[in-house]
């Protein structure tokens, strides 16, 4: 049995546009089933107009094919702010295609928008518009991330289209944590340090004396030119080689990213010199000090201020019998009486 042929038969070698259209439109479905060549080349051959057709073939595969685009492919918004998901359906012959969003998230894909309903944590934050648009509503770190939108198209000849967008939401930093020392003595070093773990994308730092800023290059300005010191923007330390009396004053540190700044309390730094007379003068009062209280004890242990009655008693000795007269010690302490008479 023949196969139904999908080009219209031509019993002439002129056609009209509209049968060059319908010619060049069934020629793309048939090829799509393989029957390009076997059928429709003749038929472009045998009409003469080959190169018109050739141009209507590719504008009938286009027009049958879905087709995306975006008008921002990489947004970025501040938090709690709206942000639009672009993504715009330029061409497609379905009346009705699938239209769904998906979020990949260290590499764990999550359902958006399907079955034409939002899903998930943007379920009451962000709707479907301009067919097929996500609008996010109140933006918060969560949401940034790689969506994807698919758009699916059954009766095209190209069936499914999709569009990738990397939404960035940036975090304002809070104040952050700021360390002063409240004294350095000169010619010694010293560490400021200023943090904050919140902003997105990580701030940066700026130091302050006295309400001005602090340059990277102390030759900069001539305010500084006389400190010595090392500034890490991204980590936002401090560092002071050797302390001057000028670097004395009040400190505080400035957190910044795309999204805003924040800033911590002033703290006062003072800067004393080391008095060397003093600290010489010092360590010989304290060690004649020392030196009298130990001879005071010697002198007073000589004189025996510090033997003990128990001491004292142990070292009495009862007087000898050489006097001719015993005495004889009775039940009572303290009665006595004479055992022999006195010799004259």
């Known amino acids: 049995m023949a196969t139904a042929s999908p ?39 045998k009409t003469g107009v080959g190169s018109f057709l050739v141009l209507l073939s590719a504008y009938c595969f286009r027009c049958h094919a879905v087709e995306l685009d975006s008008n921002n492919r990489n947004p970025t918004v501040n938090e709690f702010q709206s942000v639009e998901l672009s993504c715009i359906i330029k061409a497609t012959s379905t009346p009705s295609p ?25 379920e009451n934050r962000a709707v479907l518009r301009d067919r097929a648009s ?23 000849s190209k069936m499914l289209g999709e569009v990738f967008i990397e939404l960035t939401v940036q975090v304002k930093p809070v104040a952050p944590r700021c360390h002063v020392p409240k004294s350095v003595p000169v010619g010694k070093s ?7 773990n919140e902003g997105y994308p990580p701030p940066t730092y700026r130091w302050y004396r006295n309400g001005d800023q602090i340059p990277e290059d102390p030759r900069s300005s001539h305010k500084f030119l ?32 795309p999204a805003g700044t924040a800033r911590c309390g002033s703290q006062k730094m003072e800067v004393y010199d ?30 025996g201020y510090f033997v003990s009655k128990k001491q004292a008693s142990s070292n009495y000795k009862p007087p000898t019998k050489g006097d001719g007269v015993d005495f004889v010690r009775g039940d009572e302490e303290g009665d006595f009486r004479h055992k022999s008479s006195f010799v004259i």
Do not use: H
């Open 7 to 45: 080009c219209p038969p031509s019993s002439r070698g002129g056609l009209s546009l509209s049968q060059l259209s319908i010619l060049a439109c069934a020629c793309v479905r048939a090829s799509a089933r393989r029957q390009f060549q076997s059928f429709c080349s003749f038929k472009m051959a």
């Open 190 to 196: 010293a560490e400021l340090l200023c943090a904050e």
């Open 226 to 257: 006389n400190s010595s010191y090392a500034m890490d923007l991204n980590a936002g330390t401090l560092k002071f080689r050797s302390v001057k009396k000028v670097d004395a004053g009040e400190y505080f540190c400035v957190a910044q990213n």
């Open 134 to 156: 996500l609008f996010i509503q109140n933006t918060t770190r969560s949401d940034s991330g790689l969506y994807r939108c698919e758009v699916s198209a059954p009766i095209d």
């Open 98 to 122: 699938r239209i769904e969003w998906k979020k990949t998230s260290k590499d764990i894909v999550t359902f958006v928008y399907f079955q034409n309903k939002v899903s998930g944590p943007l």
């Open 274 to 303: 080391i008095d060397i007379v003093g600290i010489i003068i010092g360590v010989l009062v304290v060690v004649i000090v020392l030196v009298c209280i130990t001879v005071g004890i010697c002198c007073a242990y000589k004189r």
